[in-house]
């Protein structure tokens, strides 16, 4: 017997309460549905189901078993969904927030595209280089820059991403050239706010090992762009990411320090709260930064335009 249709019948049975209605719903027998929910529990060695002639409960196997089934089962509707033309439509409201800086880059003109693709989807973007507690505010998925925190959150890595130091031409002629970490003491660097995502500090490769710097210096901001701005006018040191500075390096206008030091890339990721019962709009919207992100071909070229 189908071991998908024995799960199809015992997640139909649990939700409307007993054989009859089960079998109404699909147009057979409760005899049929009956003998599959008893193969079912044959082939686990369990009992899932008490049934008596006024009423159907679950055991503590069965509650434990069902949730499983329902992700199970959503799951597979999503994927036939993502592949199939005359497939479910994606509907309803998407919450998301991204860093400030990548977020203007790299996600807003994206937005665009995918409601373009997906019209019966609505969506709100929220735009804040402060790690953006998405459980207790309500949004449906964040992007994020970096290593991540130890969390319960789902995470899919949508790209690679790498740091580096940075310093304009002006800045180093004033100020030198550090050659080793350790000499960014003796430097203005500036921070990204404490209370803001970059909170490990500065890392850097060192004798095989990945350390982590938090260096100081008289200028601090929350918000990356004016990071950057500031970096630009010669101000001190930066830690940015390759897609932020990559065209100014490319001009003149920035070199990068210390990169016989540079550390590993770290990544470019997509979090949820969890993997169960995703609706089928934030599994796309998933799927389609990876899509975005994961061609080699849009790093390197101008960052993609808002429609």
Same mark, same amino acid.
Request: aromatic share 6%; glycine share 8%; net charge neutral.
């Given at each position: 017997?189908?071991?998908?249709?024995?799960?199809?019948?015992? +997640?139909?049975?649990?939700?409307?309460?007993?054989? +009859?209605?089960?079998?109404?719903?699909?147009?057979?027998?409760?005899?049929?549905?009956?003998?599959?929910?008893?193969?079912?529990?044959?082939?686990?060695?369990?009992?899932?189901?008490?049934?008596? +002639?006024?009423?159907? +409960?679950?055991?503590?196997?069965?509650?434990?078993?069902?949730?499983?089934?329902?992700?199970?089962?959503?799951?597979?509707?999503?994927?036939?969904?993502?592949?199939?033309?005359?497939?479910?439509?994606?509907?309803?409201? @998407?919450?998301?927030?991204?860093?400030?800086?990548?977020?203007?880059?790299?996600?807003?003109?994206?937005?665009?595209?995918?409601?373009?693709?997906?019209?019966?989807?609505?969506?709100?973007?929220?735009?804040?280089?402060?790690?953006?507690?998405?459980?207790?505010?309500?949004?449906?998925?964040?992007?994020?820059?970096?290593?991540?925190?130890?969390?319960?959150?789902?995470?899919?890595?949508?790209?690679?991403?790498?740091?580096?130091?940075?310093?304009?031409?002006?800045?180093?002629?004033?100020?030198?050239?550090?050659?080793?970490?350790?000499?960014?003491?003796?430097?203005?660097?500036?921070?990204?706010?404490?209370?803001?995502?970059?909170?490990?500090?500065?890392?850097?490769?060192?004798?095989?090992?990945?350390?982590?710097?938090?260096?100081?210096?008289?200028?601090?901001?929350?918000?990356?762009?004016?990071?950057?701005?500031?970096?630009?006018?010669?101000?001190?040191?930066?830690?940015?990411?390759?897609?932020?500075?990559?065209?100014?390096?490319?001009?003149?206008?920035?070199?990068?320090?210390?990169?016989?030091?540079?550390?590993?890339?770290?990544?470019?990721?997509?979090?949820?709260?969890?993997?169960?019962?995703?609706?089928?709009?934030?599994?796309?919207?998933?799927?389609? @930064?990876?899509?975005?992100?994961?061609?080699?071909?849009?790093?390197?070229?101008?960052?993609?335009?808002?429609?």
């Amino acid at each position: 017997m189908d071991r998908l249709k024995q799960i199809e019948s015992f +997640t139909a049975v649990a939700g409307k309460g007993s054989l +009859t209605a089960a079998a109404q719903a699909e147009g057979v027998a409760p005899a049929v549905i009956g003998r599959r929910i008893d193969a079912l529990e044959e082939r686990l060695g369990v009992k899932l189901l008490v049934r008596t +002639t006024r009423r159907l +409960t679950l055991t503590h196997e069965g509650s434990a078993f069902l949730e499983d089934c329902q992700r199970i089962l959503a799951e597979i509707a999503n994927a036939e969904a993502s592949v199939s033309a005359g497939g479910v439509k994606a509907s309803g409201h @998407l919450r998301i927030t991204a860093p400030a800086g990548f977020g203007r880059r790299h996600v807003a003109p994206l937005v665009p595209k995918f409601l373009a693709l997906h019209p019966d989807v609505s969506l709100s973007l929220n735009l804040s280089d402060r790690v953006v507690d998405i459980v207790n505010e309500g949004f449906d998925s964040a992007v994020r820059v970096g290593d991540l925190p130890d969390s319960s959150l789902v995470s899919v890595r949508l790209a690679d991403n790498r740091r580096l130091c940075v310093a304009a031409p002006a800045y180093l002629k004033r100020a030198g050239t550090p050659k080793h970490p350790q000499e960014l003491g003796r430097h203005e660097c500036l921070l990204l706010s404490s209370d803001a995502s970059q909170t490990r500090g500065w890392a850097f490769t060192v004798d095989g090992d990945v350390i982590h710097l938090r260096p100081g210096g008289r200028l601090d901001c929350s918000d990356g762009q004016v990071l950057h701005a500031w970096c630009l006018q010669g101000l001190g040191l930066a830690w940015r990411s390759t897609w932020e500075v990559e065209q100014q390096i490319a001009a003149g206008q920035l070199l990068e320090v210390l990169a016989d030091f540079a550390a590993p890339p770290n990544g470019i990721y997509a979090v949820v709260p969890q993997r169960k019962h995703l609706p089928l709009r934030v599994r796309l919207w998933i799927d389609f @930064l990876k899509h975005s992100f994961g061609d080699a071909t849009y790093w390197k070229g101008p960052p993609p335009a808002a429609a």
